[in-house]
């Protein structure tokens, strides 16, 4: 990476001064729905228009050229001097789940700003134009579903499918985004192959193990992808007193059982990356001194490997239907989603270890076991992830925190692999 078009970018000083980044962030961490420390954003709300306003206004002033879609994905584009060429991508989101920190997917969108602007400074000139991207709906606080932009920005989430989205109180998407501006025909926001040259995000862990081993920067080799299995148990209520034990048909411990068939079949894939969770388990009808008659599990089950986490979905199925039979009981189950896991792009992963050697950042890969809007930007172009550490691995809560430190290193590398991505 030291031939002609890097002599600007090796003037990258190894201690980024990003104050003014970290006063952008503290400031949009105040556009929220509740108050200080805490952040939530839903999308579509007042506090996500407003925000959304903030980091165009900040884009603006970079000299970036703005356009959003249909659902309201914004592209942000630092023209190069191939216009007509695919461009280099980098972003995250700003939404924000109820109760959350100011760190998650905001350092992704931000930083990827603030790398934009450190190669401005430099005198740096992309040959490949370089857009930020700030997704939809990366969390799925409204409409239950993760990654709402970049699902239908890859295409797998059909405008048909799209339209059936309701919030809790009923609302639909179409509604919802038109009453915020975002105008045009749903079946454009899908982008063919070749839209992106390459794609690479900037997020921080969500996990513990960069702070733990001292390591400044991650480079994401897996995403894990989630699958979601709905699980509805059907049995017969009565009196907890007068009904006899032989005779129950108890929906609440057939269900405690496949819990904990669930986490069995887990730990018994022999690898750490299969995880399996259940998130919700509502109880009907919810009374102390009333046999639980209807159970409604909702399950998480993620793996980098889609056949592992697949065969962990078939075990539990036939856990269901053994149950079923055994207990007497009625058991159905509903495959809400299974979305693939993605493999990082060797090219990116190596242009970001480069980059990260060349700014004098200690590195390590390894796997995303959160997923991102990434996971689906790899369905159209090769992409990859940047992690830097949060303290304590937390997130989604007011106490997530990344120090200036690793935001800096990680803005370091990133705007080192943008510029050699984007020559």
């Given at each position: 990476?030291?031939?002609?078009?890097?002599?600007?970018?090796?003037?990258?000083?190894?201690?980024?001064?990003?104050?003014?980044?970290?006063?952008?962030?503290?400031?949009?961490?105040?556009?929220?729905?509740?108050?200080?420390?805490?952040?939530?954003?839903?999308?579509?709300?007042?506090?996500?228009?407003?925000?959304?306003?903030?980091?165009?206004?900040?884009?603006?002033?970079?000299?970036?050229?703005?356009?959003?879609?249909?659902?309201?994905?914004?592209?942000?584009?630092?023209?190069?001097?191939?216009?007509?060429?695919?461009?280099?991508?980098?972003?995250?989101?700003?939404?924000?789940?109820p109760n959350a920190g100011l760190y998650d997917?905001?350092?992704?969108?931000?930083?990827?700003?603030?790398?934009?602007?450190?190669?401005?400074?430099?005198?740096?000139?992309?040959?490949?134009?370089?857009?930020?991207?700030?997704?939809?709906?990366?969390?799925?606080?409204?409409?239950?579903?993760?990654?709402?932009?970049?699902?239908?920005?890859?295409?797998?989430?059909?405008?048909?499918?799209?339209?059936?989205?309701?919030?809790?109180?009923?609302?639909?998407?179409?509604?919802?985004?038109?009453?915020?501006?975002?105008?045009?025909?749903?079946?454009?926001?899908?982008?063919?192959?070749?839209?992106?040259?390459?794609?690479?995000?900037?997020?921080?862990?969500?996990?513990?193990?960069?702070?733990?081993?001292?390591?400044?920067?991650?480079?994401?080799?897996?995403?894990?992808?989630?699958?979601?299995?709905r699980v509805v148990v059907e049995g017969e209520?009565?009196?907890?007193?007068?009904?006899?034990?032989?005779?129950?048909?108890?929906?609440?411990?057939?269900?405690?059982?496949?819990?904990?068939?669930?986490?069995?079949?887990?730990?018994?894939?022999?690898?750490?990356?299969?995880?399996?969770?259940?998130?919700?388990?509502?109880?009907?009808?919810?009374?102390?001194?009333?046999?639980?008659?209807?159970?409604?599990?909702?399950?998480?089950?993620?793996?980098?490997?889609?056949?592992?986490?697949?065969?962990?979905?078939?075990?539990?199925?036939?856990?269901?239907?053994?149950?079923?039979?055994?207990?007497?009981?009625?058991?159905?189950?509903?495959?809400?989603?299974?979305?693939?896991?993605?493999?990082?792009?060797?090219?990116?992963?190596?242009?970001?270890?480069?980059?990260?050697?060349?700014?004098?950042?200690?590195?390590?890969?390894?796997?995303?076991?959160?997923?991102?809007?990434?996971?689906?930007?790899?369905?159209?172009?090769?992409?990859?992830?940047?992690?830097?550490?949060?303290?304590?691995?937390?997130?989604?809560?007011?106490?997530?925190?990344?120090?200036?430190?690793?935001?800096?290193?990680?803005?370091?590398?990133?705007?080192?692999?943008?510029?050699?991505?984007?020559?």
């Amino acid at each position: 990476m030291a031939t002609e078009p890097f002599r600007k970018v090796n003037n990258v000083p190894a201690q980024l001064s990003i104050d003014g980044l970290i006063d952008e962030l503290m400031t949009l961490a105040t556009i929220s729905e509740a108050e200080p420390p805490v952040v939530t954003r839903v999308v579509f709300s007042a506090a996500d228009l407003r925000a959304r306003a903030d980091v165009k206004g900040l884009c603006a002033e970079a000299g970036l050229t703005i356009h959003e879609d249909a659902i309201g994905n914004t592209f942000a584009r630092w023209e190069g001097t191939a216009p007509e060429l695919a461009p280099v991508g980098t972003g995250s989101h700003i939404d924000a789940i109820p109760n959350a920190g100011l760190y998650d997917g905001c350092v992704g969108v931000l930083g990827g700003l603030e790398a934009i602007r450190v190669l401005q400074r430099l005198g740096f000139r992309p040959r490949r134009s370089i857009e930020l991207v700030i997704f939809t709906a990366e969390e799925p606080t409204r409409f239950g579903i993760g990654c709402l932009g970049s699902r239908m920005m890859g295409g797998v989430l059909s405008p048909t499918d799209a339209l059936k989205l309701r919030d809790k109180e009923g609302r639909g998407l179409e509604e919802l985004r038109l009453q915020a501006g975002f105008m045009g025909s749903l079946e454009s926001v899908a982008l063919p192959q070749g839209r992106f040259h390459q794609f690479v995000e900037l997020h921080i862990e969500q996990g513990p193990t960069l702070e733990a081993e001292g390591i400044d920067v991650g480079l994401v080799t897996h995403i894990a992808a989630p699958a979601s299995l709905r699980v509805v148990v059907e049995g017969e209520g009565g009196h907890a007193g007068a009904k006899l034990m032989p005779g129950r048909k108890d929906a609440l411990a057939a269900a405690a059982e496949l819990i904990l068939a669930l986490e069995a079949t887990a730990k018994g894939t022999g690898t750490i990356d299969t995880v399996a969770t259940v998130g919700i388990c509502e109880v009907f009808p919810g009374a102390v001194n009333s046999i639980p008659s209807r159970v409604r599990l909702e399950t998480d089950i993620r793996d980098t490997d889609s056949a592992r986490r697949d065969g962990v979905i078939d075990a539990l199925m036939k856990a269901c239907a053994e149950t079923s039979q055994r207990r007497g009981i009625s058991i159905t189950t509903e495959l809400v989603n299974a979305d693939p896991p993605a493999i990082c792009d060797a090219a990116i992963l190596d242009a970001l270890e480069e980059s990260a050697k060349a700014a004098g950042k200690s590195y390590k890969r390894m796997v995303s076991r959160a997923y991102h809007d990434s996971l689906f930007m790899a369905r159209i172009a090769p992409a990859a992830m940047l992690f830097i550490p949060c303290r304590g691995g937390v997130s989604h809560r007011p106490d997530e925190y990344a120090s200036p430190e690793w935001i800096g290193a990680g803005v370091h590398v990133l705007a080192r692999t943008l510029a050699h991505l984007a020559s």
